[in-house]
């Protein structure tokens, strides 16, 4: 084990800090060790996007939207564990004057033109969105839309200024004149940090650079406490003041990140960020788009993993039900051993699961799309962005002519546990897809499901919408006349130009 300090690129510089808690966050660190007060803390808990910063890290091939070889993401600082900083590059809203020459960069500039502020509380976390995307959309040659630009903003919130203001600044941002953003030196930086050994900060926090050097490492340590993206377990530490103890940190292990289709599979890596691994399932998948905007913000997607989503085992976690609907089985790695398991059969019970002590999750495989198959994915919660589910249904059919082959339909907000609707999905295999046949699926609900009444929802509306969703899944796919897209999305319901969502 060789012990060094967190080093990363900020405020132009290589900055190395040593002897940092390892549950630390990246927003205390900014605010009360360097004094950069401009990131805000809000709710500290990753839903008002307040402490939103960038972070940039070396490109890939396969990066969307790469700049000049960094990789932009937002992430929220209240999130993110110092030490996941190493190799990194960390900007915030102090430094976009700095990269433009001293003046107000463009997307600073529009927002005070535009008005754009009142409290300007959240506005740094606003400012800094929108400079990622301002990044990413000039490396593309690309304008993004009002739409697209109400998503890269859906989890920044607002209480004063209301965002039509803000969005106009958005698309104003790109008529300025464009300010250069020269990432030679960051690169050049990033590429001096870099390290195929072990990073070890102290005795609690360890971030192997492989993927045997993490097998060895987690049998060696069975009582670590695996950590990818720390948008949930960063909670234990802010809200419920946990001592996490030795933390083993996945999401410097290449290989995890992989998404990769061969031999007719999709495996998707347990480090892969939860935005690539939905923009690879809707790419395969189209129906999975709204589940994919809708599942919580971009910084959490950018921060998150669909691996430690579906290892965290929450009843009301979306990937889950999705993945169960597309018949996805998870790798489960231990030393040298890998097994496979069906993931419909991997929880146990509320927040318990198959793994062994001295075991990981390896990556999530899933056969690419087949014949006949129809998939939808309903999210229903309080508010249409960054909100929970009460209920979760992903429903796939298989249909030759009229009559169902297979169904698979899985449903999260309604047990202890993401679970297969059974009774319903029996109901509906071999028969005719027709109104009675859903409508006895619907009935079936209740052999499968007991719901609970808690602050999300009552039993008997959670009852109720999935019936209902087993109806909608039918009036879309039914043989003759299926709903169009436009008919069941709340965006064909909109006026023209206007935004839908209750934040934006």
């Given amino acids: 084990m060789t012990m060094r300090p967190i080093r990363f690129f900020h405020g132009g510089r290589i900055v190395e800090v040593d002897g940092a808690p390892p549950t630390r966050t990246v927003l205390e660190w900014l605010r009360e060790d360097v004094h950069r007060t401009g990131t805000k803390e809000g709710c500290n808990e990753g839903d008002c996007g307040a402490c939103t910063v960038v972070i940039g890290e070396l490109a890939v091939p396969d990066d969307a939207g790469a700049v000049d070889g960094l990789k932009l993401t937002t992430v929220n600082a209240c999130l993110r564990f110092l030490p996941m900083l190493d190799g990194k590059a960390l900007f915030t809203v102090e430094d976009l004057r700095a990269l433009n020459a001293g003046a107000l960069h463009p997307v600073q500039r529009a927002v005070v033109d535009g008005h754009a502020s009142q409290c300007g509380f959240c506005t740094p976390g606003f400012v800094m969105s929108l400079w990622s995307a301002y990044e990413r959309h000039h490396a593309r040659g690309s304008r993004p839309s009002r739409q697209q630009l109400a998503d890269e903003l859906s989890g920044n919130l607002c209480r004063c200024t209301g965002y039509r203001t803000i969005l106009d600044a958005g698309q104003r941002m790109f008529e300025l004149p464009r300010a250069a ?83 007719g599979r999709l495996q998707i890596g347990a480090a892969a960020s939860l935005e690539d691994a939905w923009r690879a399932l809707a790419a395969h998948w189209p129906t999975l788009q709204d589940i994919w905007l809708r599942f919580a913000s971009p910084a959490v997607r950018n921060a998150g993993t669909m691996g430690g989503n579906v290892a965290n085992g929450s009843p009301i976690g979306d990937s889950a039900p999705v993945l169960m609907a597309l018949d996805a089985q998870i790798l489960l790695r231990k030393g040298e051993r890998v097994r496979t398991l069906p993931l419909r059969d991997f929880y146990v019970d509320y927040m318990k699961n198959r793994l062994e002590a001295g075991e990981f999750v390896q990556a999530l495989t899933l056969a690419a799309p087949q014949p006949g198959w129809q998939v939808r994915a309903y999210k229903i919660s309080k508010r249409f962005d960054c909100d929970i589910s009460a209920v979760c249904a992903a429903l796939a059919i298989s249909l030759d002519g009229n009559r169902v082959n297979a169904a698979r339909f899985a449903f999260g907000g309604m047990a202890a546990t993401v679970r297969h609707a059974t009774h319903a999905e029996a109901q509906v295999v071999g028969k005719p897809w027709s109104q009675a046949t859903v409508a006895a699926a619907m009935q079936a609900l209740s052999a499968d499901f007991t719901p609970l009444t808690d602050m999300r929802a009552s039993a008997g509306y959670r009852m109720q919408v999935a019936r209902n969703l087993l109806q909608r899944l039918w009036l879309e796919t039914r043989p003759v006349d299926p709903l169009p897209a436009s008919a069941t999305s709340v965006w064909s319901a909109m006026p023209h130009g206007s935004v839908a969502g209750s934040a934006l």
């Avoid at 102290?202 to 993927?211: D, M, S, V």
């Avoid at 490492?217 to 946990?242: C, E, S, Y």
């Fill in 181 to 263: 953003f020269d990432t030679a030196a960051i690169v050049d930086a990033l590429r001096s940090l870099q390290s195929s050994a072990c990073f070890d900060h102290g005795t609690q926090f360890h971030a192997p650079r492989t993927l045997d050097d993490l097998a060895t490492l987690r049998v060696a340590r069975p009582d670590a406490r695996i950590v990818a993206g720390a948008t949930d377990v960063a909670l234990w530490v802010t809200k419920g003041l946990r001592d996490l103890g030795e933390l083993i940190h996945v999401g410097e292990v290449a290989e995890l990140k992989r998404i990769e289709l061969a031999a």
